[in-house]
Nanobody, 113 residues
Framework: QVQLEESGGGLVQPGGSLRLSCAASGSIFSFHAMNWYRQFPGKQRELVAVIGRGGSTHVADSVKGRFTISRDNAKNTVYLQMNSLKPEDTAVYYC???????WGQGTQVTVSS
């Protein structure tokens, strides 16, 4: 089964940027889509962005115009470029495939001055 590893999180000031990476241990091309999620403390994971096998994308209204999802099939990696970050973006960010596989550890994003 494909394993996923998220990276790129950290502490950033409001208005700053981060690029998250999701590296898969195997090919991601066969999956219908690759997704980014985030989880706030005490809440369920919520879908943030989706990229289809053909490259079509969708992002949640809460991050539209600020977050961009992309993929590099040759590197089996999916990215989430996050710009104009807000304190309310603070969460643990996860990626997963569609259909889903086991969750990785996620990467913590903290937006604070």
């Amino acid at each position: 089964q494909v394993q996923l590893e998220e990276s790129g999180g950290g502490l950033v000031q409001p208005g700053g940027s981060l690029r998250l990476s999701c590296a898969a241990s195997g090919s991601i091309f066969s999956f219908h889509a690759m997704n980014w999620y985030r989880q706030f403390p005490g809440k369920q994971r919520e879908l943030v962005a989706v990229i289809g096998r053909g490259g079509s994308t969708h992002v949640a209204d809460s991050v539209k115009g600020r977050f961009t999802i992309s993929r590099d099939n040759a590197k089996n990696t999916v990215y989430l470029q996050m710009n104009s970050l807000k304190p309310e973006d603070t969460a643990v960010y996860y990626c997963n495939t569609l259909p889903s596989v086991s969750w990785g550890q996620g990467t913590q994003v903290t937006v604070s001055s």
